[in-house]
């Protein structure tokens, strides 16, 4: 498309000029259906001119190069009608241009719209470079398998991993701004080339546009520069490798001078990354699970600034495990404001339970609830504990977490009503029919709600749909496997998981899962309670 105008353009520079008579010339517009179901009105030059080459009479119709390309911009039309019909009539003829081994090819206007062709050629570059970019970014590289691999410690399975010594992806970084400067000068210049000069709002239009690539070049340059200053910083794990359940140890020496002089924030945070698939329609997601930041002063050396982190991931988070349509990733970032000089580092770090790791319950024994704590879950349960009896009582809530549910129901069955209402279209009916299924399983979650009698080797479930009783369960130790805390809902806003919550559930001797509730804010507030009841019933 770029190219062949160039070619045929070089190759009439060797054509041969002659006299014609303009038979007919006018500017011919027609509508353009759009992706979108719009029209948009085209215009082109139509012409037709005579001409004699050698005594033989000829007809031509070509006015410029791509003159089959019609534009929506009908200036450029009229303009070359103007300029044939000027020169027409100034000199009772044309001037045109034919090809001397072929005297039927023919053209009146031979020059190139550069215009035109820089725009297309910008083109041609974005989607080429956006292919490139896709197939870079989707390749996946075989990781190499470390030598000596011990099955029962998964670190040693990763290169990345099998090193208490880590590097970060800075290089990389550069290769990632670097692209995206170069793609955002062509994307963007596509625009200021087509809009420049065309009218006084586009001009500034145009203007503007140049703001995103200059600021991902300077975005690039200082990278760049950030590189080039600091060069491969190694992170150095203390604790190897970091611990569920136990420390993230570690440290760093940032070179240069002033770097002993800076402060710095390191923040250790875990992201979840997914896959899910609909249709032929494959979407990535990832979300912060978990995340803790530091304020760190360095120490100054003779290398530079040394900077000691130390974390404590609580017991109960997931493991690092290798990239899959599921998995997570644990990552150390160290920043620091030096004196004309930022530093900013990302480190994968691998993070697993091992023999040295607590355990929630050992957790919880360390650092139980506090009595506000306590009072505060008892009073959402309306817990009763009696010494006397034997006894405890408790009601786990309604969950609240089903409301978005019910309320998007609510919303879809008033639609459907106004469709079938207003225009009296069945398919109001058939949406409001489906909107009950949301609308049902919101307000059944919201209502469904569970009152629990625990005596030694003595459960009583008692199941509420709002105040209606549905079903009774009496069960002894033999038909109790387990009770268990679980992870009911969660809640993800802008790439990070803004909150989690957790009910118990109680599994059976014949391994049925029963959901009794709770919606604790914490995994430690459901465990403190199945610890409770389970003082009691296994008594």
Not at 61 to 85: C, H, P, V
Not at 175 to 198: D, L, N, Y
């Amino acid at each position: 498309m770029v190219i062949s105008p160039v070619i045929d353009a070089s190759r009439m520079q060797f054509w041969q000029a002659t006299k014609a008579q303009l038979n007919s010339s006018k500017v011919h517009s027609y509508q353009s259906r759009n992706d979108d179901g719009g029209y948009t009105t085209m215009y082109n030059v139509l012409i037709q001119y005579q001409y004699i080459v050698d005594g033989n009479s000829y007809i031509g119709q070509r006015a410029k190069i791509m003159n089959d390309n019609a534009s929506s911009d009908s200036s450029d039309a009229y303009k070359l009608l103007s300029k044939i019909q000027q020169e027409n009539n100034s000199n009772k003829g044309i001037i045109i241009w034919f090809n001397p081994s072929n005297n039927q090819d023919s053209i009146y206007d031979r020059s190139l719209d550069f215009r035109f062709i820089i725009m297309m050629t910008l083109f041609s570059s974005v989607f080429m470079m956006a292919g490139l970019g896709i197939i870079s970014y989707s390749r996946t590289e075989k990781e190499q398998t470390p030598d000596n691999v011990e099955p029962d410690k998964p670190w040693t399975s990763r290169i990345q991993w099998a090193s208490p010594i880590i590097y970060s992806n800075a290089q990389n970084s550069v290769k990632h701004a670097r692209f995206f400067a170069i793609f955002s000068c062509f994307f963007f210049g596509m625009f200021v080339i087509g809009m420049f000069g065309r009218h006084p709002v586009a001009t500034v239009f145009s203007v503007l546009f140049l703001i995103p690539p200059l600021w991902l070049i300077l975005r690039a340059r200082r990278i760049q520069k950030e590189w080039l200053y600091f060069n491969k910083v190694p992170l150095s794990l203390s604790s190897y490798p970091g611990m569920v359940g136990g420390k993230v140890k570690g440290s760093l020496t940032v070179p240069g001078q002033n770097s002993g002089r800076g402060k710095y924030t390191a923040v250790l945070s875990c992201t979840k990354y997914w896959t899910t698939r609909s249709g032929n329609k494959t979407e990535s997601h990832q979300s912060i699970i978990y995340s803790d930041n530091q304020k760190l002063l360095a120490r100054p050396s003779a290398s530079g600034g040394n900077i000691d982190f130390d974390f404590t991931v609580p017991a109960g988070k997931p493991e690092s495990s290798a990239p899959s349509k599921s998995y997570h990733k644990w990552t150390i970032t160290i920043k620091g404001e030096l004196a004309g000089i930022n530093f900013d580092r990302n480190y994968e770090v691998p993070v697993f339970v091992t023999e040295q790791s607590i355990t929630e319950v050992e957790e919880l024994a360390q650092k139980p609830l506090t009595r506000h704590e306590e009072k505060t879950l008892s009073e959402r349960l309306n817990v009763d504990v009696s010494k006397i009896k034997d006894e405890m009582i408790l009601h786990t809530p309604k969950s609240k977490e089903s409301l978005p549910f019910a309320g998007i129901g609510a919303l879809f069955f008033i639609i459907g009503i106004l469709l079938f209402v207003i225009k009296g279209s069945f398919f109001g009916v058939v949406f409001a029919g489906g909107s009950c299924i949301f609308l049902g399983l919101g307000i059944w979650g919201y209502g469904r709600n569970c009152k629990i009698k625990v005596n030694p080797n003595n459960l009583q479930l008692d199941f509420y749909f709002f105040s209606w009783s549905l079903n009774q369960l009496i069960l002894t130790k033999n038909d109790v496997q387990s009770i268990e805390p679980f992870s009911s809902s969660t809640v993800h806003t802008n790439g990070k998981q803004t909150s989690e919550k957790f009910s118990l559930r109680l599994i059976t001797d014949i391994g049925k899962g029963i959901d009794l509730g709770g919606s604790f804010k914490s995994k430690k507030n459901a465990l403190h309670l199945k610890q409770q009841v389970e003082a009691i019933f296994y008594r």
